[in-house]
C-alpha cells in the first residue's frame, strides 16, 4: 500500500501565503502523477494542480499564477505554494498519489482557511 500524509493547512489572512507539503511512503515504485485536489463544503472534490515524474504542471483555471506545484522525486514528496490567497480558497486539501501498483492513493487532507 501507499500511505499519503499532508500537511501545512491551517488559517491565513486574504493575501497571504501558504505552502502545503505532501509525503508519499510504502510501496511507492513508479510514482508518476502527484495531484492536489481541494474540496469546499457542499462542493465536490476539484482538481488544482498536477505534476509529472518528468515535472510538468498543470493547473485549475483559478488558481493559475497564484499556485505552483512542485516535487522532490529523491524524497517522494509534494508542494504546493499558493500565493495571495482568496476566501474561496478555503477547503480541505488532499493529495492523490498514482503509482504502478497502486494507481489512486489519497490522503486524510489538510484543513486551509483564508479569512476576508
Known amino acids: 500500500q501507499v500511505q499519503v500524509v499532508e500537511s501545512g493547512g491551517g488559517l491565513v489572512q486574504a493575501g497571504g501565503s501558504r505552502r502545503l507539503s505532501c509525503a508519499a511512503s510504502g510501496q511507492i515504485f513508479g510514482i508518476s502523477v502527484m495531484c492536489w485536489y481541494r474540496q469546499a463544503p457542499g462542493t465536490q472534490r476539484e482538481l488544482v494542480a498536477s505534476i509529472t515524474s518528468g515535472g510538468i504542471t498543470n493547473y485549475a483555471d483559478s488558481v493559475k499564477g497564484r499556485f505552483t506545484i512542485s516535487r522532490d522525486n529523491a524524497k517522494n514528496t509534494m508542494y504546493l505554494q499558493m500565493n495571495s490567497l482568496k476566501p474561496e480558497d478555503t477547503a480541505v486539501y488532499y493529495c492523490?498519489?498514482?503509482?504502478?501498483?497502486?494507481?489512486?492513493?489519497w490522503g486524510q487532507g489538510t484543513q486551509v482557511n483564508v479569512s476576508a
Open positions: 492523490n498519489v498514482r503509482t504502478t501498483y497502486y494507481p489512486n492513493s
